[in-house]
T-cell receptor, first 113, second 115 residues
Framework: DVKVTQSSRYLVKRTGEKVFLECVQDMDHENMFWYRQDPGLGLRLIYF???????EKGDIPEGYSVSREKKERFSLILESASTNQTSMYLCASSFVEDINEQFFGPGTRLTVL | AQSVSQHNHHVILSEAASLELGCNYS??????LFWYVQYPGQHLQLLLK??????LVKGIKGFEAEFIKSKFSFNLRKPSVQWSDTAEYFC?????????????FGTGTKLQVIP
């Protein structure tokens, strides 16, 4: 069974804080993704990575950065959190030859006060 | 730019009613199509997928979807819904173009099934 885990289910931070969201997968997947999920907007891709130290911007990368130092771990960084980054953040992973089937983590609900 | 439209944002049905959720995409090239489901409090999981071949695809829990290329549509159907189908459903499209793959999700449809 593929397992994608995220470091926190709920997180509350203050405006201006630096925030780290961690994601780990145990299936040796090359691809990893970060999305944010907002009511009425669905899932929007923030960043994805197809290999260690490689990253590509998604549709809404502004205000975010990512780090992939190890194959199994993909971190999302909010350099200076703002209230409009309050959202549900979802991590996903897939094999590079099968980007088609992504496996999702449980999500981190981040609230920025 | 590639886009995916789910026109029904919130659907309420009684148990045993038939379900059809619409999904339309904007790109005319080669695509792979998916429906994901998110049950309350759970993470997203794949319901079904279409890559090629028979345009009528069967997924888990009695769901099916039909790819109609001429209409750029991939609608999800179930003949008789159950209370346990209450969830949010997302259509997703992966655009395949010269080795480049880009995934786009729709905005989701919340289905509420009343016992």
């Amino acid at each position: 069974d593929v397992k994608v885990t995220q470091s926190s289910r709920y997180l509350v931070k203050r405006t201006g804080e630096k925030v780290f969201l961690e994601c780990v997968q145990d299936m040796d997947h090359e691809n990893m993704f970060w999305y944010r999920q907002d009511p009425g907007l669905g899932l929007r891709l923030i960043y994805f990575s197809y290999d260690v130290k490689m990253k590509e911007k998604g549709d809404i990368p502004e205000g975010y950065s990512v780090s992939r130092e190890k194959k199994e771990r993909f971190s999302l960084i909010l350099e200076s959190a703002s209230t409009n980054q309050t959202s549900m953040y979802l991590c996903a992973s897939s094999f590079v030859e099968d980007i088609n089937e992504q496996f999702f983590g449980p999500g981190t609900r981040l609230t920025v006060l | 730019a590639q886009s995916v439209s789910q026109h029904n944002h919130h659907v309420i049905l009684s148990e045993a009613a038939s379900l059809e959720l619409g999904c339309n995409y904007s790109y005319g090239g080669t695509v792979n199509l998916f429906w994901y489901v998110q049950y309350p409090g759970q993470h997203l999981q794949l319901l079904l997928k279409y890559f090629s071949g028979d345009p009528l695809v069967k997924g888990i829990k009695g769901f099916e979807a039909e790819f109609i290329k001429s209409k750029f549509s991939f609608n999800l159907r179930k003949p008789s819904v159950q209370w346990s189908d209450t969830a949010e459903y997302f259509c997703a499209v992966i655009l395949l173009s010269g080795g480049y793959q880009k995934v786009t999700f729709g905005t989701g449809t919340k289905l509420q099934v009343i016992p």
